[in-house]
């Protein structure tokens, strides 16, 4: 059952990538052409939610997954009715592995996803003030 939820998981994870992902980064590239889309997207950064961060926790999520596997292929809990039964006496999980998940720091995630679009930000801005500012300077009264 693991093979074959591993080789599901390889099948699956090339379609999400393929059709989610590739979705909501064209949707995001599309939020950079806005003043509120990056205001969105650096605060997202920022704030450490979004798809990314995600990404990163079910990147974690996996790796313990493939931990706890070799800690009961250690144990030889799968040759044992003991892990599945409770006739058997109790099983010792005090050195069990642990899942901890560390998100990136606030600073480190902010100089890879946030400054890049706090530059087009600060860029754009001024430019869409000058436009307006010209536009309007132009119209009578």
Not at 2 to 14: D, F, G, L, P
Not at 26 to 47: C, D
């Amino acid at each position: 059952r693991i093979r074959t939820a591993n080789k599901v998981w390889q099948i699956r994870e090339t379609a999400f990538s393929e059709t989610y992902i590739r979705k909501s980064n064209i949707a995001r590239n599309a939020l950079r052409f806005s003043p509120a889309g990056l205001y969105h997207l650096s605060t997202e950064a920022w704030a450490g939610t979004g798809l990314a961060r995600v990404q990163d926790f079910f990147k974690a999520g996996r790796q313990y997954r493939e931990t706890i596997l070799d800690y009961f292929y250690d144990k030889k809990a799968f040759s044992s009715r003991q892990w599945f039964a409770s006739d058997k006496g109790a099983v010792r999980w005090d050195d069990a592995p642990r899942f901890f998940y560390q998100p990136p720091s606030v600073f480190e995630d902010a100089s890879n996803r946030a400054l890049r679009d706090l530059l087009l930000l600060f860029i754009l801005n001024p430019m869409l003030l000058m436009m307006t500012f010209a536009v309007f300077s132009r119209q009578e009264v």
